[in-house]
């Protein structure tokens, strides 16, 4: 059974005060009993008669517990009093006998407060949607896991370095973990459904729940981007939405506390939409509420329940939100993995190194630069530089691979191989402006995923220890251009 919009009853004699009433009234020739059963017949002689105020002190104090909705005495200084233990109605009640009595002519009365946003049991149900709903935001925080893993191992650079584009590797990494998506989904429908019947439209519960674990995941996916560990990972994608979905909750609880009545339904929007808009626990936490009408947000007028489950604002807001939010963090993964950056962020400024400091150039060096400068080689490596912080790695490398030509980069430990290496891959981008990779004339900076669509990639750290050097060179020679490293 739905919670219903209108939780305030109406109270008066004609109702359930006059059930069990006992009213000590006086004096007795100023007590209309006439006029009472003509507008409250429901009181059945309740009336006991007292002759002076004396009296009705007297009464009221020897039968203070039976005395209903309370007495009056309509002399020379009218009084009443009534039971105090039951809010303003029986005050209200009495007074309207006393003004019946001191005018002789009818007078109805009744008392209704104003709808309480909730029911008193309306508690319970709250701590089941915080409780229920934190676990909903922490669960999509496993899938980001081994994104992480495979980030932090190389797993994924190794895929990209490959042929793999980001685009098919994400959306395979989005549906396989939606199937789970959908299963949690739906075993938390079935087991609503199967012991509760207040839910409003299930159906389009279970859409929001599935569309928030598609929104929740592909969100952790984008963290997984930029954490350091698999903790990290999990604390700031699980964390994070249990942080934001308690949010919201303070925010929604202080407004309907703290918030001048007129301005409550504008305010409560403003901070659903704007909250909502960016965190998709914001749209979880909002249509749980709206399934259970908590603070009666699916009233409509005093007992009206909104006719469409799908309009916006009911569930068919956080729909919206929720599905423009998937499109969006999946494509800040694609955007991201596909190497399109902007300039200012590509590039970062670093302290060049002294003039002192720097080698004397070889010539056979200079010339390989000077000949790279209008080849059309392969692969063309150009003016090449990575810092580190103040550490500069590789600075102004520059050489050409042309085609047939098999080419080794040698040196010692920390001479810059493998940075070199990882900037042809695409792994990472020269700290200088006027550095260039181009594959096959296309540049890995500018149009990564169209570069490594030319690159086999064999690195050092897992296939190569594993492989025979046989398989290795089978490899090479089934793609168009290839490279590795090996130390012996």
Not at 31 to 36: E, G, K, L, N, S
Not at 309 to 337: C, E, H, K, M, R
Not at 367 to 380: G, W
Request: glycine content about 6%.
């Amino acid at each position: 059974m739905l919670t219903t919009c209108s939780t305030a009853r109406r109270e008066g004699l004609d109702l359930f005060l006059a059930a069990d009433a006992e009213i000590p009234g006086g004096p007795p020739n100023a007590v209309p009993t006439d006029i009472f059963s003509l507008i409250y017949p429901l009181l059945q002689a309740p009336f006991r008669s007292v002759t002076r105020l004396e009296g009705l002190n007297e009464y009221i104090a020897a039968n203070f517990s039976s005395a209903t909705p309370g007495g009056f005495f309509a002399g020379s200084s009218p009084t009443f009093a009534w039971k105090g233990n039951y809010q303003i109605s029986y005050a209200i009640a009495t007074q309207n006998l006393l003004d019946i009595s001191l005018l002789q002519i009818p007078i109805t009365s009744a008392f209704q407060p104003f709808d309480y946003p909730f029911l008193p049991t309306a508690g319970k149900s709250l701590q089941f949607t915080l409780y229920f709903g934190l676990a909903m935001s922490a669960y999509p925080g496993f899938f980001s896991l081994y994104t992480n893993v495979e980030r932090l191992r190389n797993v994924r650079a190794l895929h990209y370095s490959n042929g793999v584009r980001a685009g098919p590797l994400w959306v395979a990494y989005t549906l396989f973990d939606f199937l789970i998506v959908l299963l949690v989904s739906a075993a938390a429908i079935i087991a609503f459904t199967a012991t509760t019947d207040v839910l409003y439209a299930p159906a389009y519960l279970f859409v929001v729940f599935m569309l928030y674990g598609l929104s929740a995941t592909t969100m952790s996916y984008v963290v997984s981007l930029f954490t350091t560990s698999q903790l990290a990972t999990f604390a700031f994608a699980a964390g994070g939405q249990c942080c934001m979905f308690l949010i919201y909750f303070v925010v929604y609880m202080v407004l309907l506390t703290y918030a001048p009545t007129a301005d409550i339904d504008r305010d409560v929007n403003i901070a659903n939409y704007t909250i909502a808009l960016f965190f998709p626990a914001g749209n979880l936490l909002r249509a749980l509420l709206l399934a259970f009408n908590q603070f009666s947000l699916l009233c409509r007028g005093t007992d009206q329940i909104a006719s469409y489950p799908g309009a916006f604002d009911v569930y068919g807001g956080p729909i919206l939100y929720l599905i423009l939010q998937s499109v969006v963090f999946l494509t800040i993964l694609i955007w991201y993995d596909s190497g399109y950056q902007p300039a200012f962020l590509a590039r970062k400024k670093h302290r060049l190194q002294d003039v002192e400091l720097t080698d004397e150039v070889d010539p056979e060096v200079f010339a390989e630069a000077k000949r790279v400068d209008s080849a059309h080689d392969e692969l063309r490596v150009l003016h090449a530089t990575k810092a580190f912080g103040p550490n500069i790695a590789v600075q102004d490398v520059t050489f050409g691979v042309p085609k047939g030509e098999v080419f080794a980069l040698l040196g010692p430990n920390g001479a810059g191989k493998s940075t070199t290496i990882g900037l042809i891959r695409g792994d990472s981008r020269p700290s200088d402006k006027s550095s260039e990779i181009l594959i096959e004339d296309t540049s890995i900076l500018r149009h990564r995923a169209a570069a490594r669509s030319h690159l086999g990639v064999c690195p050092q750290f897992d296939a190569v220890r594993l492989s025979h050097p046989l398989d290795i060179l089978r490899h090479r020679l089934m793609t168009p251009f290839g490279f590795g490293r090996w130390t012996v």
